[in-house]
Nanobody, 124 residues
């Protein structure tokens, strides 16, 4: 069983930056691919970014490419999402998710464990 706890959400003005983090329990974190997803009010959950077990492969949604960076620290069982040049349309609850395999993946259905989410609000 893996428990994921997100932190770092908040309110920021458009153009600003924010970093959200996810702390994972369990001794097998380093073998899991991780992902970030988000869900805005009235919308479906959507893929944001994913990283493989080693941190060597990352993928991003087109809407965040060049602005967001996903990273991980396997020694600390954490994954981060650095968000720059934030836009009001980035406003959503951001969820951390873990796969029980090593490869990065953009499909939410391929993730077994989810955090409770952290709210990110970008004001215009």
């Amino acid at each position: 069983q893996v428990q994921l706890v997100e932190s770092g959400g908040g309110l920021v003005q458009a153009g600003g930056s924010l970093r959200v983090s996810c702390a994972a329990s369990g001794r097998t974190f380093s073998s899991y691919a991780m992902g970030w997803f988000r869900q805005a009010p009235g919308k479906e959950r959507e893929f944001v970014a994913t990283i493989d077990w080693s941190g060597g492969s990352t993928y991003y949604a087109d809407s965040v490419k060049g602005r967001f960076t996903i990273s991980r620290d396997n020694a600390k069982n954490t994954v981060h999402l650095q968000m720059n040049s934030l836009k009001p349309q980035d406003t959503a609850v951001y969820y951390c998710a873990a796969r029980t395999t090593q490869g990065a993946n953009i499909m939410a259905s391929n993730y077994a464990y989810w955090g409770q989410g952290t709210q990110v609000t970008v004001s215009s």
